[in-house]
């Protein structure tokens, strides 16, 4: 934390570095433009022609804004201690082309990320970039290497064929922008073009991040389901030190702050797995017959969201039984069990299809996915069970110049009769078999299209939790003035409701160039 100082000092270094690493001989302040570059994943077909030559373009947004919890004031103790969060964002893009090559840097710039330099670690995605690529045309082959960010399915929200970056939910505050969430990840990404709408697209990640989440329990944002898969192993873990004859007398004569040190251990790691056995690929083929379009993709990875290996908890146990002289020496290191963490990411096969059409006036978006992990018996507790998901979505424009865009989605876990009835037992056990949303975004015009309500609803079924975001914005040529909300509610140690003591409202100014 004491070089927090002399990283910020580094970012402009980096920035320059960067420039003039992706666009050799050229000025970054010749030309203008604005944008967070191109997707070239199933869409529309990526250009097989060359770029044109020694193009450079410069774009991006500065922002400020003001953000309240209505939690922080409901009293007037918790009202001295309120806080407007980051007044000031923004983000500079750099494009550039030549010959057959394209090069693009978007970089996020905030008070959170300048802060966050002090914590920088190489397998996160570095803090100010949002993504940086190279991108190389050879006629129908298109070539990708960088910090990428990928969609891959048909759906407009989080369906199951998108699996290719992880989702940071350290702040929801801005969860109805898919993009802006997503975290870049390195990648080698390829497609060949085989005519005007078929294309193969293939993906190789060599380094494994999880969802990123609040890590300290003390912030906001802080889930209480990891709360809650950190007290149950620390519970284990106790339970079985506490029962044993000869470490517990030990352990609670010469460590006896080892709960709070072994509660470090088992929280979200802050280390991911690392190691080519967590490398992810996958492939993708998509075309155009008709006027419908269709996916088939098939990817190698790990589910994002941790799950608890609570079988590892006895061995965490022996390491510790084994160094009875260090631990009453005083010598012993906890960082030694770390390699025994409860907290695991499970390793999947994901086959998927994806559909598209527009039919009578609906725009109609559908996928399906069959998840296989190593628990083909289902009798595996550390392990999810194989699963089925779908999504099925539609958007058209209603009565009064109402726009309604509507997705369903649900996973499906298959067998389900051989899951241990025993939380201790079975990771699943006391939750559904089947998780449902339903995301419904209403919005309406006026003046020209310059003034915008919309209404966001994000509704888990099962859980009977809800996550509702009214919005107005106002373009106003190149500024756009908008006042948001956002509203938790539902059965408690839900999804969404786990954040109930976040409702906020919201007023930001930005300006595009």
């Known amino acids: 934390?004491?070089?927090?100082?002399?990283?910020?000092?580094?970012?402009?270094?980096?920035?320059?570095?960067?420039?003039?690493?992706?666009?050799?001989?050229?000025?970054?302040?010749?030309?203008?433009?604005?944008?967070?570059?191109?997707?070239?994943?199933?869409?529309?077909?990526?250009?097989?022609?060359?770029?044109?030559?020694?193009?450079?373009?410069?774009?991006?947004?500065?922002?400020?804004?003001?953000?309240?919890?209505?939690?922080?004031?409901?009293?007037?103790?918790?009202?001295?201690?309120?806080?407007?969060?980051?007044?000031?964002?923004?983000?500079?893009?750099?494009?550039?082309?030549?010959?057959?090559?394209?090069?693009?840097?978007?970089?996020?710039?905030?008070?959170?990320?300048?802060?966050?330099?002090?914590?920088?670690?190489?397998?996160?995605?570095?803090?100010?970039?949002?993504?940086?690529?190279?991108?190389?045309?050879?006629?129908p082959l298109v070539i990708e290497s960088g910090y990428r960010k990928l969609t891959w399915g048909k759906a407009d929200s989080m369906g199951p064929l998108d699996v290719v970056n992880p989702l940071d939910?350290?702040?929801?505050?801005?969860?109805?922008?898919?993009?802006?969430?997503?975290?870049?990840?390195?990648?080698?990404?390829?497609?060949?073009?085989?005519?005007?709408?078929?294309?193969?697209?293939?993906?190789?990640?060599?380094?494994?991040?999880?969802?990123?989440?609040?890590?300290?329990?003390?912030?906001?944002?802080?889930?209480?389901?990891?709360?809650?898969?950190?007290?149950?192993?620390?519970?284990?873990?106790?339970?079985?030190?506490?029962?044993?004859?000869?470490?517990?007398?030990?352990?609670?004569?010469?460590?006896?702050?080892l709960p709070g040190e072994i509660s470090k251990i088992i929280v979200l790691p802050d280390i991911p797995p690392t190691g080519l056995q967590y490398a992810q690929a996958g492939l993708r083929f998509t075309t155009t017959i008709g006027p419908a379009d269709f996916g088939a993709q098939y990817y190698y990875g790990n589910f994002f969201r941790p799950s608890y290996r609570f079988d590892r908890i006895p061995a965490l146990a022996s390491s510790l039984f084994a160094s009875l002289p260090g631990i009453i020496a005083g010598t012993y290191s906890l960082s030694t069990a770390s390699s025994y963490s409860p907290i695991d990411y499970n390793r999947y096969h994901q086959l998927g299809l994806d559909y598209a059409q527009v039919l009578y006036g609906f725009n109609i978006r559908a996928e399906f996915a069959a998840h296989i992990t190593d628990d083909l018996g289902g009798d595996k507790g550390w392990m999810r069970n194989p699963f089925l998901a779908w999504s099925f979505g539609f958007d058209r424009d209603l009565l009064w110049g109402i726009n309604a865009n509507i997705q369903c989605s649900e996973t499906i876990r298959?067998?389900?009769?051989?899951?241990?009835?025993?939380?201790?037992?079975?990771?699943?056990?006391?939750?559904?078999?089947?998780?449902?949303?339903?995301?419904?975004?209403?919005?309406?015009?006026?003046?020209?299209?310059?003034?915008?309500?919309?209404?966001?609803?994000?509704?888990?079924?099962?859980?009977?939790?809800?996550?509702?975001?009214?919005?107005?914005?106002?373009?106003?040529?190149?500024?756009?003035?908008?006042l948001s909300a956002g509203f938790f509610t539902g059965k408690a140690g839900g999804e969404l409701s786990q954040y109930h003591r976040n409702n906020f409202i919201k007023t930001a100014l930005k300006y595009s160039f």
Not at 5 to 33: D, K, N, W
Not at 48 to 58: F, G
């Open 414 to 482: 298959l067998l389900n009769d051989k899951v241990i009835n025993n939380p201790a037992l079975d990771m699943e056990a006391d939750t559904e078999p089947t998780a449902t949303r339903l995301t419904v975004q209403l919005a309406k015009k006026f003046l020209r299209d310059d003034l915008e309500l919309k209404v966001t609803n994000i509704w888990d079924i099962e859980n009977m939790d809800l996550y509702l975001i009214p919005a107005i914005s106002w373009n106003i040529k190149d500024l756009t003035a908008e």
């Open 169 to 257: 939910y350290s702040d929801l505050t801005g969860f109805t922008d898919l993009m802006a969430i997503k975290i870049a990840r390195p990648m080698v990404h390829l497609s060949w073009d085989f005519g005007a709408n078929t294309r193969l697209a293939a993906v190789f990640i060599p380094v494994f991040q999880g969802h990123k989440f609040a890590a300290n329990p003390n912030d906001r944002w802080y889930p209480e389901q990891a709360a809650d898969i950190s007290n149950a192993a620390l519970h284990d873990f106790i339970g079985l030190i506490a029962g044993d004859p000869t470490l517990g007398p030990i352990v609670s004569t010469f460590l006896p702050n």
């Open 1 to 139: 934390m004491n070089r927090r100082g002399e990283r910020g000092l580094h970012v402009p270094a980096l920035v320059f570095f960067l420039a003039a690493l992706l666009f050799p001989g050229a000025s970054p302040l010749e030309a203008q433009g604005f944008g967070f570059g191109d997707d070239t994943e199933a869409g529309a077909p990526a250009e097989s022609a060359a770029p044109p030559p020694q193009t450079v373009k410069i774009g991006g947004e500065i922002s400020a804004r003001l953000l309240a919890y209505f939690n922080d004031f409901g009293t007037v103790d918790k009202a001295k201690w309120a806080s407007l969060g980051d007044i000031f964002s923004g983000a500079l893009n750099f494009n550039a082309s030549g010959g057959n090559i394209e090069g693009h840097i978007g970089l996020k710039i905030s008070g959170r990320i300048i802060a966050d330099m002090a914590a920088y670690k190489p397998w996160y995605t570095p803090p100010c970039i949002d993504e940086a690529y190279l991108r190389a045309f050879f006629g």
